[in-house]
């Protein structure tokens, strides 16, 4: 699970505070309009933005003052989510340890992980020899392997089309989700957060919301939110 | 941010202590120096000649070699043809060029002996001489001219094409397209260009070592050459090297504030389509401008091979063994700069201001030849100075490539850092494993090109060793200007030969494995 407790970000002028939890294995959607501070809230829990107050706790850890690779979290980002010079077993081998010749065990697991997302074979190949939706799917497999137990989305699939974008965002909820890990997603189509999340956390003017129920939220929308589905 | 500081630790401190180091070494020397010059400072009438003159000849370099970069620039700039990616590569072929190898190609031109003076002969008239200020200046404009001009072209080329557009589009005259486009991106691109000539003048010595000398055409470097090597005067190579210093960092300070970035970046080899100046006449006068700037290149290089080739039986075996330490020297100072010049600029990269690495330019007003009388001051008391002559050149030289490849590699890191700093934290990657895997990989198109010009600028350096140097160990360099000195032409030339090709070997090895990198 994940606890964050009077949490306040500040860049310049702009300010974001967060007070909430999401219990394990849920799929949560962050919606609100750009530029309110969803990539904000994710970068400050995944320890990329720092953080003027508060504290985050991962399965009942206080991460705030970790380094983003000992916080429990795994993220995609909306770009550079593999090393172009690596290949891809290379790019996945890295979330298992910081070194570029596996043992045996370890390239088991990298198969493992290619596999499940529909790459087995695919091992030697470049990242920039292989289509948009494979490089999703590897960077996926990455996330597979690192095994945290919360798995943060910045729109890593904004650059696909939009079928392939809704196939991609269901394999990551299954497998991640297999795992027993907690899902958050960053979106801007409210069918996407119908369609795959439980709750949603609505941010807006620097604030970020406590989840609500996704069918509960979409029935009776706040003030805010009304405007910005224009509903 | 913070939060990027914490993914690259080794950088934050590598990057001080490797920038520390330099500084320290360039402060020793110049303690060194202090403590043995004459105080008060007395300043006699050739001391301020000699001033006079190192001012003079950067100012002319400076001015001529703009005044020359501006219409080959603007040449380059608006025509295609065949060739013309070729021109822009030997526009970058000076940097990589031994000064010495430059001089004897020039000599082999306008000397006495020269083409031109045996062309003039054929007239009856007399032939050219250009020991002093012309020869100096002359030398200065060779190596400096096609610097600003990639300066001044990397100015145009960023003019946004659609501008361009919009000038065919209206029909508008070239008059018009100087007064609106041309003319305000030159006001703020030559300044710059004039400042960083006069800043490199200011400091040369093998120029002025084999074109200049005499009581009028002596510069403060070549000045403190000959008070350490004729008269063995600490005292006035001491107050020389304070006066260099001064002048130097002076000037260097106020060129930070005009400079433009330095061009050592690709994509100057695609011209921008144009429109405008179709007229026969700025198409004639392009035309000649891109002729006589090729010749002004191509001549000097072209007699440097000539009389190589005929010149290499000629060499001694002094020379093979001199190009033997002369390599050894070159990579020695290539890893020294290399081990320096990373971890300075994976701290400058870190940096969100494009300043940080400007900062580094002031490493250009840091006279070789002061670090080398510190220095030599220094281990005098405790051992034979000659013992240490190859180390020395060695880090010199590595100091002196330092600002450049800084310079070249402070943007690739900086973008590395923008494109794979999160993923790299998120794979927990720091320390050695961050630069074997990430960033070593992504830098090395940049390193190898960095590298391979520390090498060829250190292979063909006649600068400290000369202070050191003892009769029976010299570097290539050194034993092709003795060859010269002694008249031995030929020989001189076979070892230009030599020397040229090391240079470019070595520059070629470092270039080719940075551009088979990874993607």
Redesign the interface.
Known sequence: MLRVESLNVSQGDFALSADFAVQSGRHVAVIGPSGAGKSTLLGAI?????IKSGRIFVEEHDVTRE????RGV??L?QD???????SLAQNVG??LR???RPTAPERARIHAALDRVGLAGFEDR?P?DVSGGQQSRAALARVLAQAKPLVLLDEPFAALGPALRAEMLALTSALVQENGATVITITHDPKDAEAAADEVIFVDAGMAHAPRPVSDIMTDPPMALRAYLGT | ???RA??IKTAVFGGPIAAGTALGLILAALLAVMSRADWPVQFSASDWAVLRFTVWQAVLSALFSVVFAVPVARALARRRFFGRAALVTLLGAPFILPVIVAVLGILAVYGRAGWISDFLGLFGLPPLSIYGLEGVVLAHVFFNMPLATRLILQGWQAIPAEQFRLVGQLGLPPRTVLQALEWPMLKQTVPGAIALVFVICLTSFAVALTLGGGPRATTIELAIYQAFRFDFDLGRAAILSLVQLVVAGTAAVIALWVLPPLALQPGLDRPVRRWDARGRLSRAMDAIWIVVAALFLLLPISAVVIKGVIGLGEMPASVWLAAWRSLWVALLSTVLLVAAALPVAAWLGQRESGRAETITLLGLAASPLMIGTGWFILIYPVADPRLFALPVTAVVNAMMALPFAVRILVPGLRQIFA??G??S??????GL??W???LL??IRLRLGFAAGLAAALSVGDLGVVTLFADPEVATLPLQMYRLMGSYRTDAASGAALLLLTLALCLFWICDYWGRH???
Not at chain 1, 80 to 86: A, C, D, E, I, M
Not at chain 2, 425 to 430: E, S
Request: aromatic share 8%.
């Open positions: 995944s320890g990329y933005v720092p380094p983003p690779h000992e795994a993220m980002f550079g989510n593999l090393f172009p010079h690596l890295l979330a910081p070194s570029l470049m920039g | 941010m913070a939060q914490r993914t494109d794979y999160r993923l934290a998120a794979m927990g990657l720091q494993a961050l074997r895997i990430v990989p992504r990198a990874a993607r």
